[in-house]
């Protein structure tokens, strides 16, 4: 608080209150708030560390396992419900559902793997998993697409940091799992259940719609963020490797927690230093009456417009507007100019969308079907059990490293040289076959570099594709096409995880045991070991993440033009005032 303090030593303490109101009522902190719910938020991403008790508690096989993984994706990734209450009624309401439904889906998923409850059917299972992943959904858009309608000239470094805190959430979550139940595997279902929801209840009307503008300083203050998000990712890091080679008491586990929560609170400093310097320009500005600008909001589309008084010309020109505002089931297939606010079936149907989707589904089912495969990647190649950790940890570390990345540094390609962001998007799914092509030919500790370039590649997708949405399709419905484009996720994971992934690697297992003279019994684990029970299926998520780059290439032909013209024209001309 060095640099607030020393601007602040003459306040009052009505100063201060009034700054604490400020801050809690100021759309930094909405930010911050959004940081610390998400840092918990990516239960989903754990899967690999516990897919080996779900699967020996309940004896399930591989392609069993596998389809429970698919109804976690499912969820996880199904966001449209989240997205269509997003548009009719505030955040809070948007992550008091998923609260609720993130407790109840892994608390029963703890209750039925450590027996408390009689072994539920596989579709009980698939549907607990779907409502405790589904969870994550509503917190994104509840979070998420407040933030970016707050800051809609940095959707790029707003999508990326925010994304980064949800794929730090794996390791964060680690953590705390140590420090609260040390070496009990199971009871990480149950911090999953208890602690997501618990932290959004306690925030939970903080988040919000912020009727504010354009900052110049707006960039500078995410910078400030992501060097101190750049911190918590070292730290951890840094914990990971100490700890695979030093045995920690549960005691030394919660000093690591408690740095990991005071790097998680540390974003607090910047958002009291901003705020104040946001009342002291308040005050200059209330000694000059006549620079008072008036701030008002569209309640259609939560876009801002500022004007000065007398206001009478504005108002008429925008009742003009929302006159000729298209219905949502107008001119289906003939949409607005790219970059104006499509309507959800004009952008459901139109061909940038569908190029968008498909790419989307083969560049994300291939990457999401090794993080929830990792686990058992790592048994079968013959690598020792306590690194399984290790590997999910690297993918969390380095998937926020590619979604801080992608978001920054193509926001400032983006803005600098008008670089499509398109074009970055084909560039990591070509990359990702790397990751896939090292787990295929079982290369020495190759699994090491390919958890770093599937986590980073897998994390670099997401703040691409969702900017790309926002700057094609505008952001009226933002909250709703971001969560349609996410459903091709589940489809690219259930084609290639369930159906390819896990048949070949029972396909496998079977054989294996035919060979060995080893009869398997019904309701035990089915495991197989070797390189070839992932060879081939890698080789075909490579062929199709390959495929999916190529198809991603079109769009970057149909938009170049786009991008190469002012993509934030629109909200430039919304902000005449630096701050209000």
């Known amino acids: 608080m060095a640099g607030c303090a020393r601007g602040v030593p003459h306040m009052s303490m009505s100063d201060m209150k009034g700054l604490t109101i400020q801050v809690i009522t100021g759309r930094w902190f909405v930010v911050f708030v959004s940081f610390i719910i998400l840092s918990v938020a990516g239960a989903t991403y754990m899967f690999g560390l516990l897919s080996n008790d779900i699967k020996a508690s309940l004896g399930y096989d591989q392609t069993t396992l596998n389809l429970i993984s698919f109804f976690k994706d499912l969820g996880a990734n199904v966001g449209v419900l989240s997205g269509l209450v997003n548009e009719i009624t505030p955040p809070w309401v948007v992550l008091a559902i998923g609260s609720v439904l993130n407790f109840f889906g892994y608390f029963m998923i703890w209750l039925a793997v450590t027996g408390r409850i009689a072994k539920p059917q596989v579709w009980h299972m698939c549907l607990y998993i779907y409502l405790g992943a589904n969870s994550q959904t509503f917190a994104n858009t509840g979070a998420f697409v407040t933030c970016v309608k707050n800051f809609p000239q940095s959707r790029g470094v707003v999508i990326g940091i925010l994304k980064g805190y949800v794929g730090l959430s794996g390791a964060i979550i680690t953590q705390l799992y140590f420090a609260f139940y040390y070496n009990d595997s199971k009871a990480l279902i149950l911090l999953i259940a208890w602690l997501p929801a618990a932290i959004s209840f306690v925030f939970i009307r903080t988040v919000r719609y912020v009727k504010v503008v354009h900052q110049p300083n707006e960039l500078n203050v995410f910078y400030k963020f992501l060097y101190i998000s750049l911190g918590l990712a070292g730290f951890l890091m840094i914990m990971i490797i100490v700890q695979k080679k030093v045995h920690f008491t549960q005691i030394e586990y919660g000093v690591s927690a408690a740095v990991v929560l005071l790097l998680l609170f540390l974003p607090l400093v910047v958002v009291f230093y901003e705020q104040f310097k946001i009342q002291k320009s308040q005050q200059l500005v209330l000694l000059d009456p006549l620079a008072v ?230 309701g035990q684990e089915l495991n197989c070991v070797g390189a070839n029970c992932f060879k081939l299926s890698f080789f075909i998520i490579t062929a199709t993440t390959l495929f999916g780059a190529i198809i991603s290439l079109i769009l970057v032909a149909r938009t170049f033009k786009f991008y190469k013209s002012d993509v934030y024209k629109r909200y430039k001309k919304q902000d005449e005032s630096p701050t209000t």
């Open 293 to 522: 600008k008036i701030v008002s909001e569209d309640k259609n589309d939560n876009s801002y417009s500022i004007s000065s008084a007398p206001t009478s010309n504005n108002d008429d020109a925008r009742v003009s507007i929302e006159v000729q505002e298209t219905r949502w089931w107008q001119n289906i297939f003939s949409p607005p100019e790219r970059g104006e606010d499509y309507t959800i079936l004009q952008a459901l149907f139109s061909i940038d969308m569908i190029i968008l989707f498909i790419s989307s589904t083969c560049g994300c089912g291939g990457t999401l079907t090794a993080m929830d495969n990792l686990g058992q990647i790592g048994t079968s190649l013959g690598y020792p059990k306590e690194n399984i950790s290790t590997f999910v940890s690297l993918v969390s570390i380095w998937g926020y490293l590619g979604r801080v990345f992608s978001g920054f540094v193509s926001e400032h390609f983006l803005t600098k040289y008008k670089f499509p962001r398109p074009i970055m998007l084909t560039m990591t799914l070509i990359i990702s076959c790397v990751g896939h092509l090292l787990i295929a030919f079982n290369v020495p500790d190759g699994l090491y570099a390919a958890s770093v370039i599937i986590g980073f590649c897998f994390g670099s997708q997401w703040p691409l594709v969702f900017a790309i949405i926002s700057e094609l399709f505008g952001l009226k419905y933002y909250a709703t096409l971001y969560n349609l484009v996410g459903v091709a996720s589940p489809v690219g994971l259930y084609v290639l995880n369930v159906m390819v992934t896990g048949h070949l690697y029972d396909k496998e297992a079977k054989r294996q045991s035919v060979s060995n003279g080893v009869e398997r019994k019904i």
